[in-house]
């Protein structure tokens, strides 16, 4: 089992610029979710899915979109990214929301200039 | 306002010996409890967890003490070992299940020295 992946593992961005981070699991987990890491802070929900087709936003969604539409997939739109969003992005997937054990991919970093 | 507070961003002990992290949390609503421990350019893992209906879970060298009356929780690390030296991160939900949403404090830096 790869467990949580995540790509890129680095990225560059402009203001105004889109993209979409990868997130794939292998452990047909039922609920996926993403938060942002931010210096001097703990983690913090951005949406998260509870099956494929359902997803719901979390404590800091403005900026970003997502979809489910395979069990495996969740991944995560910046529309048009600002520096605001320059964070250590991490996915993570468990059989049954967040108080179930949560598998956490290894992060991508992200910089907005 | 954090819901979820751990107050001391470090904690050095020498190795064998224990290690206490404490976590304070505002909202009465919250009813379970997480631990997850971070090494540098890697994601968090699952340490350990308990539900408000116990004061007290064990897993090995791990403890969580839970005091709901003082919204405090602890992690005891007995013996610390320096492959414990990371950063952890107190979380808490008010209620488990598909929904679930957990919010997470900004972690504490644990150095065991040798």
């Known amino acids: 089992n790869a467990g949580v992946t995540q790509t890129p593992k680095f990225q560059v961005l402009k203001t105004g610029q889109s993209m979409t981070l990868q997130c794939a699991q292998d452990?047909?987990?039922?609920?996926m979710s993403w938060y942002r890491q931010d210096p001097g802070m703990g983690l913090r929900l951005i949406h998260y899915s509870v099956g494929a087709g359902i997803t719901d936003q979390g404590e800091v969604p403005n900026g970003y979109n997502v979809s489910r539409s395979t069990t495996e997939d969740f991944p995560l739109r910046l529309l048009s990214a600002a520096p605001s969003q320059t964070s250590v992005y991490f996915c993570?997937?468990?059989?049954?929301?967040?108080?179930?054990?949560?598998?956490f991919g290894p992060g991508t970093r992200l910089t907005v200039l | 306002d954090q819901q979820v507070k751990q107050n001391s961003p470090s904690l050095s002990v020498q190795e064998g010996r224990i290690s206490i992290l404490n976590c304070d949390y505002t909202?009465?609503?919250?009813?379970?409890f997480l631990w997850y421990k971070k090494y540098p350019a890697e994601g968090p893992t699952f340490l350990i967890s308990i539900s408000s209906i116990k004061d007290k879970n064990e897993d090995g060298r791990f403890t969580v003490f839970l005091n709901k009356s003082a919204k405090h929780l602890s992690l005891h690390i007995v013996p610390s070992q320096p492959g414990d030296s990371a950063v952890y991160f107190c979380a808490a939900s008010a209620y488990t299940g598909a929904n679930s949403k957990l919010t997470f404090g900004k972690g504490i830096t644990l150095s065991v020295r040798p």
């Open positions: 909202n009465s609503m919250f009813d379970y």
């Open positions: 993570a997937s468990s059989r049954a929301g967040s108080t179930d054990t949560q598998y």
């Open positions: 452990m047909n987990h039922e609920y």
